[in-house]
């Protein structure tokens, strides 16, 4: 059972999330503000951290910040609409993905689960794993994606993806000039028991077009067929 720590101050979320986690079999300790959480989790360390980025005395960029000292375990950060710049500042500090308000618990839920999993992968031993690059790591051109460290290079710069986005990226980037539909990305990205409209899709990919421009302004790998998808242009 993984064990969470849940860190918001609004005491209306933290009760609701609190009992949608636990009701899926995760033990859950919250805490309404980031300085109580970091204390807490220096005696007794969680699984995976679910912190929201708007809080009074140690905001969850203050935290993730001071965590990021002793540890590396997996975060998820709560944001707001207006919170874009939050959002950048926190996956480049080492979050690992986050989710904007107001959401769906269940995809709370299933974003906190593929977190989860691709801890776990990180965490197995080289032994258990291919002993080359094969299925780990994949190029294309100048991008390079390594899966088991969740890395993504573009002309060797570094580009902080979320596990959504990632796990889109890849989707594309594995069969390039094939055109990859929305429903076919959606299958890619999320467990069949999550619902997300086409307008889901184009959103992610307009925020990966947007990181990657950040450090390429030429960048243009990502392509829309109209009415179509979606594919990836392998460039030298």
């Not at 064990?3 to 918001?8: A, F, K, T, Y």
């Not at 993730?64 to 480049?92: A, H, N, W, Y």
């Not at 002309?155 to 989707?171: G, K, N, Q």
Request: aromatic share 6%; with cysteine; glycine share 6%.
């Amino acid at each position: 059972m993984a064990q969470i720590i849940l860190v918001d101050d609004d005491a209306n979320i933290l009760a609701s999330v609190r009992m949608a986690l636990e009701g899926e079999g995760f033990g859950v300790r919250s805490f309404t503000d980031g300085e109580a959480a970091l204390q807490a989790l220096a005696q007794t360390p969680s699984d995976i951290g679910v912190f929201d980025i708007k809080m009074p005395r140690m905001d969850g960029l203050e935290l993730l910040r001071k965590l990021r000292q002793t540890s590396q375990m997996p975060v998820v950060f709560l944001t707001s609409k207006d919170d874009e710049i939050d959002e950048v500042f926190g996956l480049k500090m080492g979050a690992d993905d986050y989710i904007t308000k107001p959401f769906s618990q269940r995809l709370l839920i299933e974003r906190i689960r593929a977190v989860l999993r691709r801890t776990k992968a990180r965490a197995e031993p080289k032994s258990a794993k291919a002993q080359d690059d094969n299925g780990t790591i994949l190029v294309r051109g100048p991008l390079r994606l390594d899966a088991d460290r969740h890395d993504c290079l573009w002309r060797e710069l570094a580009v902080s993806l979320t596990v959504t986005e990632f796990m889109i990226l890849d989707a594309l980037a594995r069969r390039p000039g094939v055109v990859k539909s929305r429903d076919a990305l959606m299958d890619a990205a999320y467990d069949d028991q999550i619902y997300v409209d086409d307008r889901t899709i184009d959103s992610h990919i307009k925020r990966l077009r947007r990181k990657f421009r950040a450090v390429d302004k030429q960048f243009d790998a990502i392509e829309t067929l109209y009415g179509v998808g979606y594919k990836f242009k392998e460039t030298d």
